[in-house]
C-alpha cells in the first residue's frame, strides 16, 4: 500500500486525477451539508431561470381589489370603519365575484363604532353623547360587518406566530375561532407526522370572535421569505395545536369551488404533495409551494377599492373571479420582495397561489432532484478532472464552455418545459474548482519543472541568459539549428604529470577550485558552459539563446581567465606546492547546435568542422608558446577592443583551408613591449617573403632577449630549415600541422 501511495505521488498525472477526485467529494459532501452561503447563490439561479421562463399569462380568474392611495386619498386614512369594509364586501359580492379572501386582519373592536366612541367620550370626557336618529343597526361596526359576514363567500385572514417571544406579545383576550381545514392524511409507512413535517404555529393573532364565527372560512396570510428576503415559496397548510389550518388563498379557492376536502401525502421526510380539487399540488417537505410568479406588479387585473364602492367597477369585471382585497399602498407595509421586483403587494402572492393551483403550472423540485444533483456534480468534478489531465490547455476551452453552456441550458430546459427546477449551482462549483485546482497543481508543477531547469541550467548557463529563455521561450529551441556560433576550448598544461604528484583528492580539490571560477567567468559574460573534459573545458556563446557580440564576450571571458589564475595559483603555490598554466583557444563560425545523441540519452552541445577547428587552436596554444590563440574571423568580429599579434598562416590537420591565427591582449600589454612586438613583425613579414636568413638573425636576436622564446626559437628553426631546403616558386608561406 505504500510503495501505491509513493507511486502514486510520484505520477504528475495520478496526482491530478486524485486531487480532482477528493474535490469532487468535498463537494458533495458540502451539498450533503448545503452551507448558507451556497444556498443563496442557489437561490439567485433559481430567480434568473423563473425570470426567463415565466410567462405573463394567467387564468383570469383571481382579480384584486386595491385599498391604494388613492382609496385612501378619496375615503381617508386606514383603518376604515367596518362599515365601509362590508359595503366594499358587499359591492365586491353583487358584482359577481364567487368568493373574497380579505388579505386584512380585524383583530380589534372598530374605534369608529357610535356606541364604542359614546363610551369613550364619557370615560375619557365625561359627557353623554346621543347619536339622535341612528339606526340601532349602524351601532355598532363590527355586528355590521359580522352580519354581511354571516353566509356569505367571505374569508377572513388572520395571523400565525412561529416563535415564544412573538407568542407571548400577541396574547389576546378573546378566544379564536379560526376555521381548521378538513385533512385527510395518507401516510406512507414510516412516514413523518403532520405536526412534525407541517410547519407548527405557536399562537394566533385572529380577527374578532364575532366575526370569526360569523365567516364562512377563514386562512392565515403568513408569507415568510427565504433567507434572502425574497419570498420564493408560501405554506399552504399550518399546524397549530394539533390541527391543520389552511392558507388564506386556499382557503378563498375552497369557498369559490365549494370543494372542502383536502389530501395531504406524507412521507418520511415529510410532505410529498397536496391533493385538492383533483389537482396535485407539488409541495417541499414543509408542505409549501413555490410560486410560479406571473412577473412582477401587476400580473393580475387590480380595481382601486374607491372605483368598487362608488360603483365604477361592475359585474363585466368581477363575475365569476375570485377577488383578494388587499393593499398596495406602501404606508400599510404590506409590500413583499420577489424574485423580479423589491416592492410587490402580498395580496398578490395569494392570487399567484389561486392561479398556478387553477392553471395546474407548477414549479416543482421533485424528489429525484436531489440525486441527480449529486450525480452531476460528482460527474461535472471527474469530467473536468479528466480534462485537465490529458488535454492540452489550448483544447480545454470548447468542453470546459460546452460543460458549462449544458449544464445551464440543460436546468433552463427542464424549468421552462417541464417547470422542474434541477440546480446546476453545485455542478458549476466544482466545474469551476476542480479547474482552478488543477490548473494550479500543473501550474505548481511546471514551476517546480523550471525550477529544476533553472537549478540544473545554472551550472551552464548565466542568470541573465536563464532569464532571458523564462522571458522569451520561443527563443529557445532545442530541435537543433545551424547558426554561428563562438567556441572556446581550454586546456590546463602538463596536467597528468602534476596529478602523480598529488593524491587522488588533492586532484579532485584542484580541479574543483580550478574550474569552479573558470566556470563562473565564462557564464557571467553569458556563455554556456558545454561540458568538461577532465581538466579541459568546452564552453559556446550565442546558444541556446541569442548573445549580442558573442564573439567580444567570449574574448573577454578568455581574458579574465588568464587574469584570474594569476589570482589562483598564488593559493595554489600554498595549498598544493605547484601553479597551472592553462591554454585556449577561440574561434567563431556556423555550426550545427541543438539535442546531440541517441533517443535514450543525449546532450545539448555542437558538431562542425569550426568546433574541431577550435580544438586545434587550443592544441596549438603549446606549440606556439602562447596562452591564447584566435582566429582571424574572431580578431575581425572583435575589432579594436584588444591589440593581436599575427603567430603563423597554417593548416591545422584535418582541414585543408589554410587560417592566419593571432594571439590577443589588451593594448597596455602591447604597448609595454610594443618595440619588440614590431621586429616580431618584421621578422614574419621576411619570413612571408622568402628572406629566410634576415629573419632567422632577427629571432634568433628576439630570443636571446627572452622575448617570446618559443615562438621565436620556432621560427629560427623553421628559417634555418627552409634555407637548407628552399621551397619552390609555390610557397605560400602557409605551416602545414601534421598533428593535433
Known sequence: MVKFLKKIISNDKAILVFSGILGSLI??????????????????IYDHLLRRQHTTKTSGVPVIVDIDEKSLASLGQWPWPRYRLALLLEKTRAAGAVSVGLDILLA?????????????????????????????????NDSLLANVLLGKPYVLGFYFSFSMSEADRQIQSWDCYVKPAQVTLLEAPGAMKADGALHSAFSTVCPLPELTQSATNTGFFNATPDQDG?????????????????????????????????????????????????????????????????????????????????GRVGPEKLDGKIVFIGTSAAGLQDLRATPFTAVFPGVEAHATVVDNILTQEFISVPDYAPAVELLGTILAGISITLLVTWARAVWLILPLAGMALGMWEGSAYMMSHLRVYISPLYAYIILAANFTLLTMLKFWREEKQKKFIHGAFSHYLAPAVIKQ??????????????KDITIMFTDVRGFTTMSEQLTPTQVTDLLHDYLTPMTRIITSNLGTLDKFIGDAIMAFWNAPVDVPEHQKKALASAMQMLDHIQILNEGFQVKYGLTIKIGIGLHYGLVRVGNMGSIDLFDYTLIGDNVNLTSRLESLTKYYGQVLLVSQAMKEACGDDYAYVEMDSVRVKGKHEPITIYTAMTHEA?????????????????????????????????????FEEVLCGMYEERCLHLMEEPPGGSWDGVYTHKSK
Not at 108 to 135: H, W, Y
Not at 469 to 482: A, F, K, R, T, V
Not at 671 to 695: H, P
Open 27 to 44: 463537494m458533495a459532501s458540502l451539498y450533503i451539508a448545503q452551507p448558507r452561503v451556497l444556498s443563496f447563490l442557489d437561490f439567485k
Open 108 to 140: 380589534e373592536p372598530d374605534r369608529t363604532s357610535p356606541a364604542l366612541l359614546r363610551q369613550q367620550i364619557k370615560k375619557e370626557l365625561n359627557v353623554d353623547v346621543d347619536f339622535r336618529g341612528l339606526p340601532a343597526a349602524l351601532e355598532d
Open 230 to 310: 425574497i419570498l420564493r415559496r408560501v405554506a399552504l397548510l399550518i399546524n397549530y395545536k394539533g390541527r391543520i389550518f389552511p392558507s388564506l388563498a386556499l382557503a378563498t379557492l375552497m369557498e369559490a369551488t365549494g370543494d372542502r376536502d383536502i389530501l395531504l401525502r406524507l412521507e418520511s421526510q415529510g410532505a410529498e404533495s397536496l391533493r385538492y380539487a383533483g389537482t396535485i399540488v407539488p409541495v417541499d417537505r414543509a408542505g409549501q409551494m413555490l410560486l410560479n410568479y406571473r412577473g412582477s406588479t401587476g400580473a393580475f387585473p387590480y380595481f382601486s377599492a374607491v372605483d368598487v364602492i362608488e
Open 469 to 482: 529563455i523564462y522571458d522569451s521561450p520561443e527563443s529557445l529551441s532545442l530541435q537543433g539549428q545551424e
Open 670 to 706: 602591447r604597448a609595454a613591449r610594443n618595440e619588440d612586438f614590431q621586429r616580431y613583425e618584421k621578422a614574419l613579414n621576411l619570413y612571408k617573403n622568402m628572406r629566410f636568413s634576415e629573419a632567422a638573425g632577427i629571432f634568433a636576436r628576439l630570443q636571446s632577449k627572452s
